[in-house]
């Protein structure tokens, strides 16, 4: 059953005789909906959660960011580990998991730039027009420092599918057999792991896939931060 | 200076806290638990079982008697291992762990310090481009593909090493290589950068003005003065290798805390999967905590703060 690389099967067939190329490409479903799901989860949350601490200030930005500490120093990947025990080893439990573990990180970001914001005129200028707290977070200052955002949003997403592969390869990550919707590179590379010595063609292409993958978005958050941020650029 | 440290070891103390309870609560809340099997057991003997371990007290009762355990230094009866305690587990697993993060940062240090400097000091030449190549490269690279790759080449085909015998010479060089290889990538770029702002510096521009050698220029003017982001990422950085070692230790087979781990998780050992996470977590509290002392040491404007 199991086919090297050829002709009929470019990256060749596993131990079911199912073609590796079709299962990566499914894969590829996986691993991209878990990889940006988790970033657009943990954007949305940290940034509200950023936006309203740095407005806020004093003791409730204190308060706020001391939680953000002690959620920074937990190690993650145990915390995913307990967390998806919990919500389950399926696409959505993973990607809440994950999500409630990378939060912090657009936290942060999103309170430091509203700390430098919100002294500038143009907030003074809003308040003094009339415009409620609200609409000065959303409409002026959550437009300016988006850019920042974005940056971290890119490399948020190739975060999250290392961690989403390096946990279904050691078969704690997404582990639901009876999903039609696709195979987890990760479960796939260990599947080829286990035959590596007689069949390295079968990890040789999930891994590949995962590489040039998490490569890519990694190049496309250099080149945003290249763009958006003009500090950086000459370096 | 003391006062700070106080805030930071009463934050680590919060942190720990924080991970206990939370494991706690989340694999008491679990359905199913340790003793299901596929044929039941006798109820007496089930009722026997959870008196042993205390399971039949009220939820508050458990981790009271958990915390108070904690406090104490015991960390609890494994469910698994029924002649071992938790804390003897650890004991026999972290040195494995421990040896292999240390040898990994120490390798990484090696190789990323003098890239770091050597990119930054021929910026935009071919060394820095390759510097730089590398790094995008090994950031991109999950260490589980990194070290099938290392065992395929250096165990398979050319036989250099002996995959999968931990405590046989040479058995810890692959594996700390694969360890090393991220953080090594991302020390490289960090301190690329920041010698590189450091470079643009008047007081550099002073120096060579006044005629020192570039070299003391580069170690000593600028290098120093590049080290404080470098230090500051040695802290998350060693949770990186304290929480990727369970994945190393799953590809070579090493018998450390992280496959423990593992197998505790599938094996709903839940007092030791708690104890791991805390231990685990105390070496990253311990880890933030020296970097914060390093600080004072490298810079000296930190100290009057």
């Not at chain 1, 509203?114 to 000065?136: D, F, P, T």
């Not at chain 1, 998490?214 to 650029?233: A, E, Q, V």
């Not at chain 2, 040695?234 to 994945?247: C, D, E, K, Q, T």
């Amino acid at each position: 059953m199991l086919e090297s690389p050829g002709t009929n099967h470019w990256f060749g067939t596993d131990e079911l005789g199912r073609d590796l190329f079709t299962r990566i490409l499914y894969g590829a479903r996986v691993s991209l909906t878990v990889g940006i799901g988790t970033a657009l989860v943990a954007l949305i949350v940290g940034t509200l959660y950023g936006l309203l601490s740095g407005y806020a200030g004093g003791s409730v930005d204190n308060l706020l960011m001391r939680i953000v500490d002690i959620f920074y120093g937990l190690p993650d990947l145990l915390i995913f580990v307990l967390l998806s025990l919990f919500l389950g080893r399926n696409i959505v439990g993973v990607l809440i998991a994950l999500g409630f573990i990378s939060w912090v990180r657009f936290a942060r970001v999103a309170r430091g730039q509203v700390l430098q914001a919100k002294e500038l005129v143009y907030v003074e200028s809003a308040r003094s027009i009339g415009a409620s707290h609200a609409r000065v977070l959303l409409r002026h200052i959550l437009p300016n420092i988006f850019a920042q955002l974005l940056v971290t949003l890119t490399f948020s997403i190739p975060a999250a599918i290392l961690a989403e592969s390096t946990l279904s390869f050691i078969g704690l990550g997404i582990n639901d057999p009876y999903s039609n919707w696709g195979t987890s590179w990760g479960t796939l590379a260990q599947d080829g792991w286990r035959a590596m010595r007689s069949y390295p063609h079968l990890i040789f292409f999930p891994a590949t896939a995962i590489f040039l993958t998490i490569l890519s978005f990694n190049f496309l958050g250099n080149g945003l931060r290249d763009i958006l941020d003009p500090k950086t650029r000459r370096l | 200076m003391a006062p700070f440290l106080i805030k930071r070891l009463l934050h680590g103390v919060a942190v720990l806290w924080v991970v206990a309870t939370l494991t706690f609560a989340l694999l008491r809340l679990l359905p199913g638990g340790p003793f299901d099997r596929d044929r039941r057991l006798p109820p007496e003997v089930m009722a026997n079982i959870e008196a042993k371990y205390h399971l039949n007290e009220p939820f508050l009762a458990q981790y009271a008697r958990y915390i108070r355990g904690i406090a104490a230094g015991d960390l609890g009866p494994s469910y698994k291992y029924i002649d071992r305690t938790v804390a003897d587990v650890v004991r026999d697993t972290l040195p494995p762990s421990m040896f292999l993060g240390i040898f990994a940062l120490a390798l990484a240090l090696a190789v990323s310090l003098p890239l770091g400097v050597a990119a930054a000091a021929w910026h935009d030449r071919w060394i820095d481009r390759a510097c730089t190549t590398m790094a995008t490269l090994g950031i991109s690279l999950p260490n589980f593909i990194l070290g099938a790759v290392l065992i395929w080449i250096f165990s398979l085909k050319l036989g250099w090493f002996q995959a999968a015998r931990w405590g046989s010479p040479g058995s810890a060089v692959l594996p700390a290589i694969t360890l090393g290889a991220m953080p090594c990538a991302q020390l490289t770029y960090l301190l690329r950068s920041s010698m590189l702002e450091t470079l643009g510096e008047d007081f550099i521009r002073t120096a060579r003005a006044k005629g020192v050698r570039e070299a003391l220029v580069l170690f000593k003017h600028a290098l120093r003065n590049s080290l404080i982001p470098v230090l500051t990422l040695l802290g998350p950085l060693f949770a990186i290798l304290v929480a990727g070692s369970f994945v190393i230790e799953y590809v070579f087979a090493i018998p450390g805390m992280g496959r423990f781990f593992i197998t505790a998780v599938t094996d709903r050992d839940y007092p030791l999967v708690m104890g791991v996470t805390l231990v685990y977590t105390a070496i990253l509290v311990c880890a933030n905590l020296a970097v914060d002392m390093l600080y004072s040491v490298v810079d000296p404007r930190v100290r009057t703060r």
